[in-house]
């Protein structure tokens, strides 16, 4: 694989981090179920002991004003690793290009097939059919963006 991505409820498994470090690989850790002070303290226990990792902003219910966008602002403050966006808002794609005004380092989406099947993360997967232009708005939010540095 590219890269191992760790579901929160299972991001202070050291024994689970070690393994997948091994493989030199960049391992994404999910900070969906995580309080603050527990993402804190995962951040200081593992900072020095491996490299090559960053963190997964997400939420786990559909209520918007649960989604607190600002926390990435927060984790670039508080930690030197790479910040990541995990799209998990049900039937809106929004979320996706403010993550990007805040600099994320990626962004991890769901993508499902049709509307003949029921995915795993059907409600807040985007069809596959719909990703070229999606990503087509990604590189187009981000040429807009370097343009700003250009006065």
């Known amino acids: 694989p590219d890269f191992f991505k760790v579901l929160s409820w299972k ?3 050291m ?7 091994n493989y030199n690989r960049p391992v994404y850790i999910s900070l969906g179920t995580l309080s603050k002070r527990s993402i804190i303290s995962l951040y200081k226990k593992i900072r020095n002991q491996f490299s090559n990792f960053g963190f997964i902003h997400t939420q786990l219910n559909y209520d ?3 989604l607190n966008l600002n926390f990435i602002s927060y984790l ?4 030197q690793v790479p910040i990541c966006y995990g799209h998990h808002t049900q039937n809106s794609i929004l979320p996706i290009y403010l993550a990007l005004a805040l600099n994320v380092d990626k962004v ?5 097939l049709s509307s003949k099947f029921v995915h795993p993360d059907e409600d807040h997967a985007i ?5 070229p ?5 990604l590189k187009n939010c981000l040429r807009i963006e370097q343009s700003f540095g250009k006065q």
């Open 64 to 66: 918007k004003s649960d």
């Open 108 to 112: 991890f989406i769901y993508v499902k």
């Open 11 to 13: 991001a202070n498994n």
């Open 127 to 131: 069809y596959i059919s719909d990703l």
């Open 76 to 79: 670039h403050e508080n930690t």
């Open 133 to 137: 232009e999606l990503m087509g708005n």
């Open 15 to 21: 024994k689970l981090l070690t393994f997948l470090f």
